[in-house]
């Protein structure tokens, strides 16, 4: 059974600095890309960063210079640094992973719960 379980989210001033983290359990052995969303009450989900199994890394344009993705695989944890955070961050955040096929493996993407992240101005 895979499991997410976002934590981190809070409420923070314009300008602070928040880290989320995604533990992520169930198939760990597998390849697979993960990926931070979120989604601002009446808007749609929308992709913030995301880091693939070789390590290569992607940002939306709007977060690019301020949030940092990573992870511990020895953990099976991935992160999300936010710095200068803007009240527009303001957001639920989602884990995201998509384990590929594999022997083992199956082709499924998965999500977690969520962190809510509050900036206020």
């Known amino acids: 059974q895979v499991q997410l379980v976002e934590s981190g989210g809070g409420s923070v001033q314009a300008g602070g600095s928040l880290r989320l983290s995604c533990v992520a359990s169930?198939?760990?052995?597998?390849?697979?890309?993960m990926n931070w969303y979120r989604q601002a009450p009446g808007k749609e989900r929308e992709f913030v960063a995301g880091?693939?199994?070789?390590?290569?890394?992607s940002y939306a344009d709007s977060v690019k210079g301020r949030f940092t993705i990573s992870q511990d695989n020895a953990k099976n944890t991935l992160y999300l640094q936010m710095n200068s955070l803007k009240p527009e961050d303001t957001a639920m955040y989602y884990c995201?992973?998509?384990?590929?096929?594999?022997?083992?493996?199956?082709?499924?993407?998965?999500w977690g719960q969520g962190t809510q992240v509050t900036v206020s101005s």
């Open positions: 880091i693939e199994s070789d390590g290569s890394t």
């Open positions: 995201r992973r998509i384990i590929f096929r594999a022997f083992g493996c199956p082709d499924f993407a998965y």
């Open positions: 169930g198939y760990t052995g597998c390849r697979n890309d």
